[in-house]
């Protein structure tokens, strides 16, 4: 258990819709990111925020937005959602704002579905 | 994959034997991970070596970086049915160039 909680594990819905994806992240931990797993497109680094500002940038799309609140836990919003869209979701937090150089704890993912 | 690629995309061997997977990537970059991902959950972080490291140790893990190669190796020693598991390189490669490879798909039978 890597102490990084997300919610829901599984989502359904359909084209078109809007869902809130939510990670907390490890106690202590200021830095949150997103990913996106997909079978087509691979593990993709999609946004990462650190002490409630945005950090660093990946391959998000327009529709989707990311914030962190005041208590740290993160809220991942995809919007207008395509059949393409289906896949994990993973949140990873980490100590501090190294990014890259430190060492980022996943939590267990929510499997978007969209019909 | 935009930058990474493992080699080979599955590999099956028995318990006790040795397990090599690479990484091949594009462009420079400031250092690379390893990450382990058991069957359709959260990535364990591994490893990580930074550009001007030629070789790292964990436990049974030893990766090189071969930076004029522009790739990276995992060896996994004496391997266990409990290391079976994908396996994926990551790199960051500055400005927020952050990229997984495709991953190697290790199957350790017991």
């Known amino acids: 258990d890597s102490g990084v909680t997300q919610t829901p594990k599984h989502l359904i819905t359909a084209t078109g819709q809007r869902v809130t994806l939510r990670c907390s992240p490890r106690s202590g931990d200021l830095s949150v990111y997103w990913y996106q797993q997909s079978l087509d497109q691979g593990l993709q680094f999609l946004i990462q925020?650190?002490?409630?500002?945005?950090?660093a940038k990946g391959n998000i799309l327009e529709r989707f937005s990311a914030q962190q609140f005041p208590d740290l836990h993160s809220e991942l919003n995809l919007s207008s959602l395509e059949l393409g869209d289906s896949a994990l979701y993973f949140c990873?937090?980490?100590?501090?704002?190294?990014?890259?150089?430190?060492?980022?704890?996943f939590g267990p993912g929510t499997r978007l579905t969209v019909l | 994959s935009q930058q990474g690629e493992e080699d080979p995309q599955a590999l099956s061997i028995q318990e006790g034997e040795n397990a090599t997977m690479n990484c091949s990537y594009k462009?420079?970059?400031?250092?690379l991970q390893w990450y382990r991902q058991n069957s359709g959950r959260g990535l364990v972080h591994l490893i990580l070596?930074?550009?001007?490291?030629r070789e790292k140790h964990s436990g049974r893990l030893r990766v090189t970086l071969d930076t004029s190669k522009k790739s990276s190796s995992l060896l996994i020693t004496a391997s266990r049915a409990a290391d079976t598991a994908s396996y994926f390189c990551?790199?960051?490669?500055?400005?927020?160039?952050?990229?997984f490879g495709s991953g190697t798909k290790l199957n350790v039978k017991p």
């Open positions: 462009t420079s970059i400031n250092n």
């Open positions: 925020y650190y002490n409630g500002e945005e950090r």
């Open positions: 070596i930074r550009s001007n490291e």
């Open positions: 990873a937090s980490s100590e501090r704002t190294g990014f890259f150089t430190d060492t980022q704890y």
């Open positions: 990551a790199t960051d490669a500055g400005f927020n160039k952050f990229y």
